[in-house]
Nanobody, 124 residues
Framework: QVQLVESGGGLVQAGGSLRLSCVASGRTFSGYAMGWFRQAPGKEREFVSGINWSGSSGTYEADSVKGRFTISRDNAKNMVYLQMSNLKPEDTAVYYC????????????????WGQGTQVTVSS
């Protein structure tokens, strides 16, 4: 059974930092790109950042988080991370980890596996 489990969310003041983690289990994730998405109340889920299997072959961030969020992965541990800095109230959302075979995609429907999400709340 494939599982993606996120952790690291919480309440933080504007300007603060958080590090989200996602651990994958249940299969080998060789060749899988990993992505982070988020969904704010009343809004659609949106792409935040993605990383290819070989991190050196590419990462991609949404314009809204560029320069503030950094994605990384440790394939030996089946882990992916999202380092979030200079957080803003508009970053408040449930953050989801997702996996797809192949290269990064910004499209939700192209991801096969999803975690349950972790809440990030940024106070002003």
């Amino acid at each position: 059974q494939v599982q993606l489990v996120e952790s690291g969310g919480g309440l933080v003041q504007a300007g603060g930092s958080l590090r989200l983690s996602c651990v994958a289990s249940g299969r080998t994730f060789s060749g899988y790109a990993m992505g982070w998405f988020r969904q704010a109340p009343g809004k659609e889920r949106e792409f935040v950042s993605g990383i290819n299997w070989s991190g050196s072959s590419g990462t991609y961030e949404a314009d809204s988080v560029k320069g503030r969020f950094t994605i990384s992965r440790d394939n030996a541990k089946n882990m992916v991370y999202l380092q979030m800095s200079n957080l803003k109230p508009e970053d408040t959302a449930v953050y989801y980890c997702a996996a797809r075979l192949g290269l990064i995609s910004t499209r939700m429907v192209q991801y096969e596996y999803w975690g349950q999400g972790t809440q990030v709340t940024v106070s002003s």
